[in-house]
């Protein structure tokens, strides 16, 4: 167990819930896409949520946030809680709770704006920072957070979109962090980057969970054995089985988990 | 297990399944003979058994090498998990197990060999018994892992005790002829010999009980295995003065 011990960092399964989810349904339209889902994401533990096309795993990150509020008919019931408190609740400030649950998305999309600009909107629009040196120094945090700052800094005053793939995504994990969330939600990040940029995201969300909550949508299993504590396996709009990593990938519980993992059915 | 998802969406990722499947029959059946082929030989005194023997020894180590290269590149190409993963690991466990099996048995016929040269030793129908069950368990082990046979495997690992006191009773018998007559000695010797090389063999078969639990439920065995080897503690005094 011991030798184990050295290299893992398992769930504790102990961490205080960051995120619960409580018999949560989506809707979109007549379509029942996610049906009566309860799920805990537990802080500073990275949780992948994985599963068939269509499983409604993207549909379940993007009720954390509340982005599924942008889209047509889309109908969202059941309890969802951030430290506690409500998502839903009237008296709260959905752009708050957007700062608060930050999203990377699958193409990296910076704005058209330069790479300083790009980290520094968050905060301005939040009125973080008072004054410039304060700005500089959120920027600089930010990006060095985001492993960006050595090839980022020559450059602040270009373009963000001048910067490759996997640095623009970094600078998307930059802008993210910039107005210091609790979590940080990942919607198959790593889909559009080549393996070397993957490897250094995956680098990235490693050393991001001492500091945040991090739920990442992948379509990769190698990828969520690689970077998570727990796995969630959705399916058919169903959470189906939930657990340690490790478990998840060496011992399932649920034979549709084992099916779909080992490439059986998907 | 569901049945409908029994199969991989990659058939050729199925094909290596079912290869791995193969080379672990294959030598099975080999160590199963060349254990038979040995204690034949020990039994009927034959000394040119041995020399087929080793020979056809060098076949299960090279269906081992073949085993464990893709086991390999089954783990590099395919990053199995789960139950699949399972699967590959106690592939190369148990080939492992399997080779050793065949390099034991080849080791009694070379001892066969010698003891044909020697004058008939006492008869100990005791090592006889520990032959027959030892090549009753191997059998058994690999019935089970073939067929994912549970029950029949639990029954080989709790028999490992039955192996022990066996192996015990030899010691202690082969202890007193070599005392009571020293020209037994040397026969006696490669007797032991030949009886720890069985009860060696019955271990490994424990080990491929443990190795098939593990598999199937990706647990191992719950219990310590009884263990009856008192050889190690076995003091035998000389009859009368």
């Not at chain 1, 167990?1 to 050295?6: K, P, Q, T, V, Y």
């Not at chain 2, 006492?122 to 046979?149: E, F």
């Amino acid at each position: 167990m011991s030798a184990i011990a050295e290299f893992a960092e398992p769930s504790t399964g102990t961490n205080s819930p960051m995120v619960v989810a409580r018999d949560v349904n989506v809707h979109y339209g007549q379509a029942h896409a996610l049906k009566h889902v309860d799920l805990d994401i537990l802080q500073h533990e990275v949780t992948a949520l994985i599963g068939p096309s269509g499983c409604g795993k993207s549909t379940f990150l993007r009720c954390i946030n509340r982005m599924n509020d942008v889209i047509d008919g889309c109908r969202v019931t059941g309890k969802i809680e951030l430290e506690g408190a409500d998502i839903y609740d009237k008296r709260l400030d959905v752009v708050q709770l957007r700062a608060r649950v930050g999203m990377v998305f699958q193409k990296p999309n910076p704005f058209p704006k330069s790479i300083y600009d790009n980290v520094a909107y968050g905060p301005r629009i939040h009125g973080v920072a008072r004054t410039k040196s304060e700005m500089d120094e959120i920027v600089e945090v930010s990006l060095r957070r985001a492993g960006l700052w050595e090839e980022a800094k020559d450059r602040l005053l270009k373009p963000g979109t001048g910067l490759s793939g996997g640095q623009q995504q970094r600078l998307c994990i930059a802008r993210a962090i910039a107005v210091n969330p609790e979590v940080i939600l990942m919607d198959e990040p790593c889909s559009a980057l080549d393996p070397i940029a993957t490897a250094k995201i995956e680098d990235l969300i490693h050393e991001l969970r001492q500091n945040f909550t991090i739920v990442i949508v992948t379509h990769s299993m190698q990828q969520a054995a690689r970077v998570s504590q727990r796995t969630a396996f959705f399916h058919l709009g169903n959470l189906v089985e939930v657990g340690p990593t490790e478990q998840i990938f060496t011992n399932p519980h649920d034979d549709r988990t084992q099916g779909y993992i080992t490439g059986r059915f998907g | 297990m569901t049945q409908e998802h029994h199969e991989h969406i990659s058939s050729v990722y199925d094909s290596e399944l079912e290869k791995l499947g193969k080379l672990l029959a294959q030598m099975g059946g080999l160590a199963e003979t060349q254990l038979d082929a040995a204690m034949d030989a020990v039994v009927r005194r034959d000394g040119e058994a041995a020399l087929a023997i080793k020979d056809k020894d060098r076949d299960i180590d090279a269906l081992e090498k073949e085993t464990e290269a893709l086991v390999l590149r089954m783990l590099a190409l395919r990053q199995p998990v789960a139950n699949d993963l399972r699967l590959v690991v106690s592939t190369l466990k148990t080939a492992s197990d399997l080779e050793r099996v065949g390099d034991y048995a080849k080791n009694i016929a070379k001892r066969a060999s010698v003891l044909a040269q020697l004058p008939a030793a006492p008869s100990t129908a005791v090592i006889g018994r520990l032959g027959r069950l030892v090549q009753q368990l191997l059998k058994d082990v690999l019935d089970a892992y073939l067929q994912r046979d549970m029950a029949k495997a639990t029954a080989v690992w709790e028999a490992d005790a039955e192996v022990d006191a066996l192996y015990t009773a030899v010691f202690r018998e082969l202890l007193t002829y070599m005392m009571e007559d020293a020209r037994n000695i040397t026969a006696c010797t490669h007797l032991l010999f030949i009886a720890k090389n069985l009860e060696r063999i019955g271990d490994h078969s424990t080990n491929i009980a443990e190795t098939l639990r593990f598999m199937i439920s990706g647990q191992p065995f719950e219990e310590r295995r009884p263990k009856d080897d008192a050889s190690n503690y076995a003091i035998v005094e000389p009859k009368g003065g």
